[in-house]
């Protein structure tokens, strides 16, 4: 019997970023409550400072952030760590940007305000866990 990549035992290590903190505040509980180890940054710059001492399986990233233009952290991003995966969430006007970022190595985009099952499931398929 062969095991996937975090089976039910393990956890997968999120790290969530977006300037809204009450959106984070609400997905972040939402996920730990489904068993998801999650890491909350309000800022790119300081989702680069937690990425320098943290390994993560997934990044969710807002692309509309104040300090910091998304695309310039998914790129700091995947320079630092190739192998973390990254979902983008986009706003309104943003869908050329996260078309952008799947050049980028984006795993994919969700579009906000996004279903916490949709979110869910594609964290699960970044982190490589089949259903």
Do not use: W
């Not at 909350?40 to 910091?68: H, N, P, T, Y």
Request: a negative charge; proline letters at 2%.
């Amino acid at each position: 019997m062969t095991e996937s990549k975090n089976v039910h035992t393990d956890h997968i290590r999120v790290l969530l970023v977006d300037d809204e903190e009450g959106f984070v505040r609400i997905v972040a509980k939402r996920m730990s409550k489904r068993g998801i180890d999650v890491t909350k940054a309000f800022s790119g710059s300081e989702a680069i400072q937690i990425l320098r001492r943290e390994d993560f399986d997934v990044a969710v990233l807002d692309l509309k952030m104040e300090d910091m233009d998304g695309i310039e952290v998914l790129k700091i991003f995947k320079k630092m760590y190739p192998e973390m995966e990254v979902i983008m969430l986009t706003g309104h006007g943003s869908e050329h940007a996260a078309q952008k970022g799947m050049e980028y190595g984006a795993f994919d985009y969700l579009s906000k305000p996004c279903d916490l099952h949709e979110l869910l499931k594609k964290i699960k398929e970044a982190a490589g866990i089949k259903n």
